[in-house]
């Protein structure tokens, strides 16, 4: 693998909060350097360790505390409710994090869900879906192979694993000789980061980055065929449904055949994303010089990849985010604390800097609520 892009002590989690600054700043660094395919088209950290990864309750990466998240979330069930029939089904969910799609995919279909991951938190969920879902607060394996299963959902969990062949290849034989079951995965989209050249779209815990083209592949050669593979969410997230097969199948979708166009994305964004990090490192340094107040607009990995990468954690006033149990946590490695997006009111910044221009609109109304008149700066 061509190595196209390298970042030094960055922390080893971005979405783990920590009690006090003193431990967010101790927490593990590690390096990431990530590799390119050009035969087909996977990017990976090839230096990924695993053993750093502690996937608990302290993992926090709820995005359903926003409108425009919840919009999303459910026109996207509803296509599949509608699309696949999945109504009266048996769903499984790999990595439901803290159960916001597999409760309203089985609320809205009808459906009973069972929910496997190792950060959930049955008790924060316990009174969400009773009755029609169940979780289960482990890694996914093939001993959870008995549990009844129409619809097998994996959402924003298959670029956490390095292996994703093997394991792609270990669904499918949970799978067995069940050709009705339908898989559907969601990943983040590496296209968008690389056109964009987002470096603050690319964290430790994402060791695996996928284009149309690659994510097809993966499936196909682990013997599914392709019912639907696309991007949605502005881009940001791509989609595959799939269905068992008896061996690999032949690329047919649209987007499938992307390694020219991808190749010529990694080259431009190697060439190019020195001068974007340097650009932003002076933008920073130079509203600080003119005395303004800089706020950021979301906690999540964008925004300790953004704080990490640039540095210059110190010349930002505020960290706020909506979701209420980040307020009051510190993020890993900057050692900033999560405020809530209130106290802006009482300290209002000059500028803004929205960690994810999806949710723009939804940030200007909550800024106009409080009264607090600020420019929006989007990375």
């Given at each position: 693998m061509r190595t196209i892009y390298e970042s030094r002590n960055i922390p080893a989690h971005s979405c783990i909060m920590l009690a006090t600054q003193e431990e967010a700043r101790r927490f593990p660094l590690r390096d990431l350097m990530l590799g390119f395919c050009a035969s087909c088209g996977f990017i990976s950290n090839t230096v990924f360790d695993p053993s750093v990864q502690a996937y608990t309750r302290g993992?926090?990466?709820?995005?359903?505390?926003?409108a425009r998240f919840r919009t999303f979330q459910t026109s996207l069930i509803d296509r599949l409710i509608q699309r696949?029939?999945?109504?009266?089904?048996?769903?499984?969910?790999?990595?439901?994090?803290?159960?916001?799609?597999?409760?309203?995919?089985?609320?809205?279909?009808?459906?009973?869900?069972?929910?496997i991951d190792p950060a959930c938190d049955p008790d924060r969920m316990r009174r969400r879906g009773e009755g029609r879902v169940r979780f289960i607060q482990d890694l996914y394996s093939p001993k959870y192979s008995d549990l009844p299963c129409d619809f097998l959902c994996c959402r924003h969990t298959l670029e956490h694993i390095r292996p994703t062949h093997d394991f792609i290849g270990e669904v499918r034989d949970v799978i067995g000789d069940r050709r009705d079951v339908l898989v559907f995965f969601e990943v983040p989209g590496v296209e968008r980061v690389l056109a964009e050249c987002a470096f603050w779209d690319v964290y430790y815990e994402h060791c695996s980055y996928f284009s149309l083209g690659s994510l097809g592949r993966v499936f196909r050669s682990n013997r599914f065929d392709l019912l639907e593979l696309e991007a949605d969410f502005e881009d940001q997230y791509l989609l595959v449904v799939a269905r068992p097969t008896d061996g690999p199948t032949v690329a047919s979708l649209p987007g499938e055949d992307d390694l020219r166009r991808l190749a010529d994305l990694v080259t431009d964004f190697r060439n190019r994303v020195p001068g974007m990090i340097d650009a932003w490192r002076e933008r920073i340094a130079g509203l600080?010089?003119?005395?303004?107040?800089?706020?950021?607009?979301?906690?999540?990995?964008?925004?300790?990849?953004?704080?990490?990468?640039?540095?210059?954690?110190?010349?930002?006033?505020?960290?706020?985010?909506?979701?209420?149990?980040?307020?009051?946590?510190?993020?890993?490695?900057?050692?900033?604390?999560?405020?809530?997006?209130?106290?802006?009111?009482?300290?209002?910044?000059?500028?803004?800097?929205?960690m994810n221009p999806v949710y723009c609109s939804e940030i200007q109304r909550g800024l106009d609520a409080m009264g607090v008149n600020a420019e929006l700066a989007l990375v």
């Open positions: 993992y926090e990466e709820q995005q359903s505390f926003s696949y029939n999945v109504h009266g089904k048996h769903v499984v969910e790999i990595g439901c994090g803290k159960g916001d799609f597999l409760i309203e995919l089985c609320e809205r279909g009808g459906n009973h869900g069972v929910g600080r010089a003119r005395n303004k107040r800089i706020a950021i607009w979301g906690s999540g990995s964008k925004c300790v990849s953004f704080l990490s990468t640039v540095g210059l954690a110190d010349g930002f006033d505020a960290v706020v985010d909506i979701n209420p149990y980040r307020h009051g946590k510190y993020l890993a490695g900057s050692g900033k604390e999560v405020v809530a997006p209130g106290s802006l009111k009482s300290a209002p910044p000059d500028v803004v800097l929205v």
